[in-house]
């Protein structure tokens, strides 16, 4: 079996908000960028699974990180990529919008900053991070994991395939709809929507049934809140609702070490 043969790892990570020294510890510690931060991780591949930015204090360098081994993954034949979180969309909107309601709250600005935004973070801006995060996909369907940043409903409310949901954020973020990225933004707030039993196991199961997968990845909920547990103490990805649901927030900003995911192979259908 030639090198290209060879099936690449996939590895998952979820929020960072800012966390950058913890993040570069973790990608050496997976092998993925060596001590001078530059990609070491051959042909695996990489997802970061959305909220680069807020509640932590070096978001844009975050996201500057990441479309710098995004390229240089690519060179050597790897693959680094990232979902749309709720607040890459809160960052963008207090952007566009400032002060600006809608009159079903606050404004936009409040509303982002009531969320953990930072001034750095939206004064270091520039088109290219704007362009950047307007490209991002807000699903993806990797290794046969189906991969989100958001533990709620926002996507089947959007679309009925992966391609549809994509499409109806991209056009979103072109728009200036105050509105609607308004009523997007208190969707994607949202949680939990899967882990109630029996109805959460079998809504992660009708959303693998129309967008495809065999398990269910995502982020947006600090495991410690799920668990009842300090945040340092999560070291691994919760596994739940009869092993559909994986979440992967390690609560970064909340003082938890984080860690990456590596996805298994070989995953059987329940």
């Known amino acids: ?33 060596n001590h001078k931060h530059t990609w070491t991780g051959g042909n695996a591949i990489l997802w970061f699974l959305g909220d680069f930015v807020d509640r932590g204090p070096d978001g844009i360098e975050v996201i500057n990180l990441v479309m710098r ?17 709720n ?28 969320n953990g935004g930072n ?27 189906l991969l989100m940043h958001a533990d709620n409903s926002l996507y089947l409310q959007r679309g009925r395939s992966i391609d549809e949901v994509n499409a109806t954020f991209k056009k979103l973020l072109r728009t200036s709809n105050a ?7 208190e969707d994607f707030a949202r949680r939990g929507v899967f882990t109630h039993k029996p109805e959460g196991e079998n809504y992660a199961r009708r ?30 990805p ?9 979440n992967v927030d390690g609560g970064l900003f909340m003082g938890g070490p984080g860690f990456i995911y590596q996805v298994p192979t070989g995953l059987a259908a329940n």
């Open 238 to 246: 919760l596994i739940y609702a009869n092993e559909t649901c994986v």
């Open 69 to 85: 081994l995004q390229t240089e993954a690519a060179a050597a034949g790897g693959q680094v990529s990232s979902l749309l979180g």
């Open 179 to 185: 509105l609607e990225w308004e009523e997007t933004l």
């Open 87 to 114: 607040h890459e969309m809160l960052l963008f909107a207090a952007y566009r919008f400032g002060r600006r309601s809608t009159g079903l709250g606050s404004s936009f600005i409040s509303r982002w900053k009531q």
């Open 119 to 145: 001034k750095k973070d939206i004064t270091s801006l520039t088109r290219e991070h704007l362009a950047w995060i307007a490209e991002l996909p807000t699903m993806a369907l990797v290794a046969d994991r």
């Open 1 to 33: 079996m030639t090198m290209q043969e060879i099936t690449p790892s996939v590895y998952v990570i979820g929020d960072i908000h800012g966390q950058l020294k913890r993040l570069l510890h973790l990608l050496e510690e997976a092998h993925l960028i």
């Open 207 to 236: 959303f693998l049934s129309i967008f495809g997968g065999k398990q269910l990845i995502h982020g947006h909920t600090p495991i410690s809140l799920v668990v009842n547990a300090p945040a340092k103490k999560v070291t691994e």
